[in-house]
Structure formats: C-alpha cells, structure tokens
Nanobody, 124 residues
Framework: QVQLVESGGGLVQAGGSLRVSCVAS????????TGWFRQAPGKEREFVAAISWNSGSTYYGGSVEGRFAISRANGNTTVSLQMNSLKPEDTAVYYC?????????????????WGQGTQVTVLS
C-alpha cells in the first residue's frame, strides 16, 4: 500500500509562485508514474503533470506547460510541483497520485493511490 502526503500550497497573487510537494511511503511492487491532478469547484479532476519513476521523463497538461515544473528527490519518494506565473484559473485542490498500473501518464483512472489534496488559491 502506498501512502501519499502533500504539503505546500496556499494563497498567492496572480503572477506569483507556489510549490507543492508529495512524500510517498509504504510498499509497492512497481511504480510507473507519480503525478499531480487538480480539481476546481464544479469541475472534473484534471491532469496537471507527471514524472516517470524509471526514466524521470516529465509530462504536462496543456494549460500549465511552460509555467509548472515537476521534479523528484530523495530516491524518488518526494515529488514536487513548482508553479510559476500563476493565474486565477489555477485555483483548485491539488492532488498527488501514484500509478502502479502503467499505461498513459495522464489517465486519471490508472492512478490507484491518492493524497488528501492541498488547496491552491490564486487571487486576481
């Protein structure tokens, strides 16, 4: 079983930066991707970014590419999302997720472990 604990987030003015982090613990046979999703009120949970456990390759959703950066540390067990040039439309609860199934990195249903979420609010 994989446990994911997020930290960071908060309140920031538009154009500012925030960093959220996720620490993974527990046991797993194989991890394929660790990713970030977000969910704004009244909207579907959407893919933000992911990093491959094996290769370190990174992947981004179209609305954040060029502004957000995902990285890993501590033997891959800590995954962080640096968010720059934040916009009010980035306001959401951000969830860390782990994919032990494989498949496409942006497919929400392939992520079988989730953190509790952390709120990011961007003021206009």
């Amino acid at each position: 079983q994989v446990q994911l604990v997020e930290s960071g987030g908060g309140l920031v003015q538009a154009g500012g930066s925030l960093r959220v982090s996720c620490v993974a613990s527990g046991r797993w046979t194989r991890m394929y991707f660790t990713g970030w999703f977000r969910q704004a009120p009244g909207k579907e949970r959407e893919f933000v970014a992911a990093i491959s456990w094996n290769s370190g390759s990174t992947y981004y959703g179209g609305s954040v590419e060029g502004r957000f950066a995902i990285s890993r540390a501590n033997g891959n067990t800590t995954v962080s999302l640096q968010m720059n040039s934040l916009k009010p439309e980035d306001t959401a609860v951000y969830y860390c997720a782990a994919n032990t199934f494989g498949g496409h990195w942006a497919t929400r249903n392939l992520y079988d472990h989730w953190g509790q979420g952390t709120q990011v609010t961007v003021l206009s």
